[in-house]
């Protein structure tokens, strides 16, 4: 089980458990009440009170953590938002009766606890899926703390605060000795600087996440736009070709039906041969959804020529799959793909001593490509990332991965990674078998 799943249904479990390793006892709380209630004075239920909150906050903050950051892997997972807000109501609930079966101290689930699930629907709503679940977690323990400090305000005892057995008694203890007033002002002031705060951090990260991908969007956008007025100047040029090459064809055409030597006809056919590869190849770049069977040995020589230079990044073979299988693809537009996911990979181990890259092929229930890297890997979160346009592991913001993605779908085949932190990355693409066949032949 991923590590974003297996950390918050720990903190539930630990929360689920944990009066049982931290009572009133651990804490030095069930001293106070003993001093509390055979001599009650203000300063001892001041104290009291503050290791109430601190001991209520400790219980409660694993379960309720736990049910958040759990929601929100879940929402994520499946894009569905809405399991952000029910995970954590219906857990939540679970663990105060799981907790209720085996505790002899009747844990209440009241106001702060009805509070802290009106927070976590504010935050999922508010947030909008732009703060992160680390920040949202500082966040939620802010309110946690805050919301607690209402269950020793005697005068909110009658909307379902502090009806827990401690609470009643420090606040009942308050009412007999005259001091619930001064309790009262004590933890509001509390409770409205822990919530005040936690509403101001809010809104801060809101803005400074809005901020930040709205850069990344404009800069995505930016690179979009020059990538794609580049394109449009070399289409024109492209375009340009098709002249002198119909006029190449024209003349040598002519020169095959004027010669009888048997050499010229063998030279003025390669020229042919050569000329309608040009213009097969100018076709693809013009027009994106020109395909042609192409054998998987001139594909990989031709990612060959494109991009396998001077470096200092060993580049390899493992070349399985028969090379007299073909392919039907836009040989241009997928060899730009397959030598994008070269140069990340390039990326990826550069730097490194034993920097390699390997290129691999395997017939299995069609054709497989595979990019391998031994670089540093890429992390869970990061994964989830990488398809978008603009996000990038670099310093700048990329668009390489989804135009990828993008020309690999067009062709009927699917794109797919494995890796692990530490044990470098392969980019598999896989095209099916109904999109190959044996060359010069209809299966």
């Known amino acids: 089980m991923k590590k974003r799943f297996w950390i918050p249904i720990s903190l539930i479990i630990i929360g689920i458990f944990f009066p049982l390793w931290f009572d009133l006892e651990h804490v030095g709380l069930e001293r106070m009440l003993e001093q509390l209630e055979n001599e009650p004075d203000g300063s001892t239920l001041m104290?009291?009170?503050?290791?109430?909150?601190?001991?209520?906050?400790?219980?409660?903050?694993?379960?309720?953590l736990g049910a958040l950051l759990l929601g929100d892997a879940l929402g994520r997972k499946y894009n569905k938002p809405v399991l952000k807000?029910?995970?954590?109501?219906?857990?939540?609930?679970?663990?105060y009766l799981l907790i209720n079966t085996y505790h002899s101290m009747n844990y209440h689930f009241g106001g702060p606890a009805i509070l802290l699930l009106l927070s976590i629907v504010f935050l999922q709503l508010f947030g909008r899926q732009n703060m992160r679940p680390l920040f949202m977690s500082f966040v939620f323990t802010q309110l946690l703390f805050g919301y607690q400090w209402l269950d020793t305000v005697p005068a909110l005892?009658?909307?379902?605060?502090?009806?827990?057995e401690v609470s009643s008694f420090v606040k009942n203890t308050a009412v007999t000795i005259g001091f619930d007033q001064t309790l009262s002002i004590y933890s509001l002031l509390f409770s409205a600087v822990f919530i005040v705060h936690a509403l101001v951090f809010a809104v801060y990260l809101t803005v400074v996440e809005q901020k930040w991908k709205m850069r990344?969007?404009?800069?995505?956008?930016?690179?979009q736009m020059v990538e794609a007025r580049s394109g449009r100047e070399a289409l024109?040029?492209?375009?340009?070709?098709?002249?002198?090459?119909?006029?190449?064809?024209?003349l040598n055409s002519l020169i095959q039906m004027?010669?009888?030597?048997?050499d010229i006809k063998t030279y003025t056919e390669k020229i042919s041969d050569s000329i309608r590869a040009t213009s097969d190849m100018v076709s693809e770049i013009l027009y994106d959804e020109k395909k042609n069977w192409c054998s998987l040995h001139t594909l990989i020589e031709y990612v060959r020529q494109n991009k396998l230079s001077e470096s200092s990044t060993i580049y390899q073979f493992d070349l399985q799959a028969p090379s007299d299988i073909e392919i039907y693809i836009n040989k241009i537009r997928m060899t730009r793909a397959i030598v994008n996911l070269i140069d990340n990979a390039g990326d990826a181990v550069e730097g490194q001593e034993d920097a390699q890259v390997l290129i691999r092929t395997e017939a299995d229930s069609g054709i497989w490509?595979?990019?391998?890297d031994n670089g540093p890997g890429i992390s869970n979160r990061d994964i989830q990332k990488i398809w978008t346009a603009g996000f990038s592991t670099k310093d700048h913001p990329g668009v390489g991965l989804s135009f990828v993605k993008n020309v690999i779908e067009e062709h009927g085949a699917s794109l797919d990674i494995e890796s692990e932190p530490g044990s470098g990355t392969t980019f598999w693409i896989h095209f099916p078998k109904e999109r190959t066949r044996y060359e010069h032949t209809d299966y």
């Open 47 to 64: 104290l009291t009170a503050l290791v109430l909150v601190f001991l209520n906050t400790l219980r409660a903050l694993p379960h309720y």
């Open 85 to 95: 807000i029910a995970v954590p109501i219906i857990i939540i609930p679970m663990v």
């Open 216 to 223: 990344k969007d404009l800069e995505s956008a930016r690179l």
């Open 258 to 262: 004027k010669t009888k030597d048997p």
């Open 157 to 164: 005892t009658p909307f379902g605060f502090g009806g827990g």
């Open 369 to 372: 490509i595979g990019i391998e």
């Open 236 to 250: 024109h040029l492209v375009h340009d070709l098709k002249t002198p090459l119909s006029l190449m064809e024209g």
